[in-house]
């Protein structure tokens, strides 16, 4: 399987600074045929299902706040809300969706500081 | 607009079963893999089981192989998660979700609780 790694497990920044989590793959997550990064990226809230923010390791959402960017490659991949809002608190998860099983990172809980 | 409705989660004892179902609308069901996904208050989401569009093709977690089985009805717009000799490792807030590029709708899940 597959193995997705998030850094850090929580983090806690100030109103309108940036942060940024980190989610590191065991493979990588690049298919050749189409250059394109199988790497997802969600956000959840208590109480609800999570949320799709990021798709193709960069592409945002339908409805995602431009604030919230993702890059990276092959194995190191990077999630950033360039200026943190209220109402960005949650878990973030990533995903890999190269291979099944389908696995998640364990998650980064965003607070305000 | 894209709904998913799961059913069927409950209060179970070890060794029981039961059936979750998951309602598709506002979408062409029919074309979409469809994955259930279980998640532990606190803990990550992880995948359970995948069946492809017309139901022929289907895989498991290896901690679900030969418990679970996964359905569809295409005519019914539903997917079903057939969950057999449950076990309290089971106990989670089951989710169904389309596949498009990761997962771009969840249903708003249903508990099932598995305890003596």
């Known amino acids: 399987d597959i193995v997705v790694t998030q850094s850090p497990d929580s983090l806690a920044v100030s109103l309108g600074e940036r942060a940024t989590i980190n989610c590191k793959s065991s493979q990588s997550l690049l298919h050749s045929s189409h250059n394109k990064n199988y790497l997802a990226w969600y956000q959840q809230k208590p109480g609800q299902p999570p949320q799709l923010f990021i798709y193709?390791?960069?592409t945002r959402d339908s409805g995602v706040p431009d604030r919230f960017s993702g890059s990276g490659s092959g194995t190191d991949f990077t999630l950033t809300v360039s200026s943190v809002q209220a109402e960005d608190v949650a878990v973030y998860y990533c995903q890999q969706y190269y291979d099944t099983p389908y696995t998640f990172g364990q998650g980064t809980k965003l607070e305000i500081k | 607009e894209v709904h998913l409705v799961e059913s069927g989660g409950g209060l179970v004892q070890p060794g029981g079963s039961l059936r979750l179902s998951c309602a598709a609308s506002?979408?062409?069901?029919?074309?979409?893999?469809m994955h259930w996904v279980r998640q532990v208050p606190g803990k990550g989401p992880v995948w359970v089981s995948r069946i492809s569009t017309d139901g022929s093709s289907t895989s498991f977690a290896d901690s679900v192989k030969g418990r679970f089985t996964i359905s569809r009805d295409n005519a019914k717009n539903t997917v079903y998660l057939q969950m057999n000799s449950l076990r309290v490792e089971d106990t989670a807030v089951y989710y169904c979700?389309?596949?498009?590029?990761?997962?771009?709708?969840w249903g708003r899940g249903t508990q099932v609780t598995v305890s003596s």
């Open positions: 979700a389309r596949v498009a590029a990761g997962y771009d709708y």
């Open positions: 506002g979408f062409t069901f029919n074309i979409y893999w």
């Open positions: 193709w390791a960069s």
